[in-house]
DNA sequence: ATTAGCACTCGCAATCTTAGAGTGCTAAAC
DNA sequence: GTTTAGCACTCTAAGATTGCGAGTGCTAAT
């Protein structure tokens, strides 16, 4: 019941919430009034803010001011009452132009990163998820360093390569390392990294109880390699663009908030822990204001989408702007390049 | 002439820098007259300040103010008034445990750029230069990727590793890359870099004429491995940490100055040209405000200096801040981490 | 050359004023 | 019972006014 509330009280709450969007100040019962399109009095109007205020849909700044939305109030607008307008055929046409199948993911993520926060003009971020998953090892390679270090090198797919670097317990020869390297290419090569990890390995240590010295030192090295997080660089999976656009808004004119953000953005974890959290759901996802349990976001929102190949949600793409942005406009474009971030992935395949 | 003034004047300066450094207030005649020392009064003191103006030393920001130091003040405080504090054996010792030899030049780069800026409390850098000079080659190793692409993989002196990818004129199988590898790395493994780039492949290509097919096609493969700005992504070589801490200062406050300030940093190039500069120097350097000629960093000072192995300055490190830092303990901070670098560097060597 | 004295300037903060916008309530109208 | 008009009231933002304190520049005396 708290949550009921009539058509008319939605009308308005939409149209204040559009209106509010496009001005930045709080809205008053006449210009209320005359916007909604109904052929109420400003008095009506007001008797209906009270009720919208009631639910915690709207609040006022100070007694003789308009009202503006709150987080619920902008949630209650994005999840029901927000008319999509849909990108034209021009401008997906022109956004497909943007991302062509060249370069490394690295590289793709990047560009789409920085295309989103230019579109927006707000920060675009795209997360490239840890890539356990979908991935297939193509080469191993070892190499001697110094102090009985090894650098191992992946190559994964067709375009990503990383590296790790390992400590073993003796020096080992080019020739040796070598002929690790081969065993563990004739074995391990076109497998998933998954899989590669969560079962392969521990087969062959199981099923080979008696076999020979060198495959035993080649599976310890491997088992040493995989055990690592994939991305040798824990933070190199998420690309962020254009956030000093963020400083261009009214709303986070405030320093501290401000720095706040910036440091939640540096910091990276908190940031890739939300998007985590994206990665269940489908299609394009809204986090308003610190919806999320996160303070730092406190005027900003997120809307982000999955992008997917094979019609699994690999990594997440999006924005984050003020809470008053336009969603109307913002949710098609993240829409539209998760998509197009999904067949590029595909035909690149 | 103009750069004449006596030595009660030059003393004068220097205190109300040091006051004006500690308060951030403009610096009246009486506290001046009261914290100089000398034993004169505060009409005294006025007079030689309006010298002081006339020189363009200091400036009063409106009548009834006291004076504060123009970039030219600063300047000649620091270069010849400034009593620097150098740090006690404590301190050295703790920073020395900071820079452990572990890890790739990258790691090391970031590990003392964020100790940099956690000890000034201001923004740490880190410049990598790039590693054409004092690089050895380790070994390169050639991968094939789809679409007639290469994937080159070269290992640089004990710790670094780069990738490349590059485009051929038709498909080779790893057996071919393989052989292209091989007489690669017979013939370039132990060079520097440097040479191998601008000598050693024309060299190649010139003697072996009548060479055959095979090692015609590697030189044309390392050619175009080499061709590259040796660092892949030409940004990966400098690292910036804390600039979130220059939110925290009153002469950073205006966000359109700060913004400014952050879209420098994320474009990274001009910085980059501007420690390039500092290359030739020896020692500690300073930039103060706009000297750079680059506006941005209008009331930012940078202090920095090269760190070398071999008596050859490899890069350059350092730290951001506003101009009103604490010269005298910033320079010494910046001088010793210099050293410790270039220190950790040899021995890891 | 240095100093004391003094008039003067300026910025800052506090206080006050006014205009405008918008509300909440009440009583009448539909 | 919902809707409306009317009205008193509240609050803010922007100017205007004032007093205070800090600091200067000038002048005349030392």
Redo the contacts between chains.
């Keep these: 019941m708290a949550e009921e509330f009539g058509d008319r009280a939605q009308h308005l709450l939409k149209v204040l919430v559009e209106s509010y969007i496009r001005s930045g100040q709080p809205v008053g019962s006449r210009a209320l009034a005359r916007d909604s399109g109904l052929d109420v009095s400003a008095a009506t109007v007001r008797n209906a803010m009270a009720d919208l205020e009631e639910l915690g849909m709207v609040s006022s700044p100070h007694t003789s001011a308009g009202r503006i939305p709150t987080n619920k109030g902008y949630r209650i607008f994005v999840d029901s009452l927000l008319t999509i307008k849909p990108l034209s055929e021009r401008e997906i046409i022109t956004m497909r132009g943007q991302f062509g199948g060249e370069g ?1 993911n690295q590289e793709l993520a990047a560009s789409v990163s920085s295309y989103l926060s230019g579109i927006t003009e707000m920060a675009g971020m795209v997360m490239i998820p840890r890539t356990a998953k979908r991935s297939s090892l ?2 191993i ?1 070892f ?1 001697p ?2 102090d009985n270090r090894i ?1 191992a ?1 992946l ?1 994964i797919n ?2 990503d ?1 990383q ?1 790790t ?1 390992i400590k073993v317990d003796r020096h080992y020869s080019a020739a040796e390392l070598q002929q690790s390297a081969n065993f563990l290419n004739s074995e391990l090569t076109g497998h998933e990294l998954f899989d590669v990890r969560h079962r392969i390995l521990k087969e062959l240590r199981e099923t080979k109880v008696g076999m020979e010295q060198m495959m035993h030192q080649a599976i310890t090295m491997a088992e040493q390699v995989f055990d690592q997080p994939v991305s040798s660089s824990d933070t190199d999976d998420f690309v962020l663009s254009g ?2 656009r963020l ?2 808004f009214e709303e986070l ?1 405030n ?1 501290d908030k ?2 706040g953000l ?2 939640a953005f ?1 910091e990276k974890q908190q940031i890739l822990q939300l998007l985590d959290q994206c990665l269940d759901g489908d299609g394009v996802q809204i986090f308003i204001g610190d919806e999320s349990g996160y303070g730092v976001l406190d005027e900003c929102s997120m809307v982000t989408s999955g992008y997917q190949v094979d019609g699994e949600v690999l990594g997440i793409l999006g924005v984050i702007g003020p809470t008053r942005m336009a969603y109307e406009r913002v949710i098609p474009i993240v829409d539209v390049t998760a998509k197009l971030v999904s067949a590029a992935l595909a035909q690149s395949k």
Tied chains: 1, 2.
């Design positions: 490394s193509r080469h390679e190499m360093l110094s650098l090198i190559v067709e375009k390569v590296n670097v956030q000093t400083m261009g004119s320093i401000l720095r910036f440091e540096n």
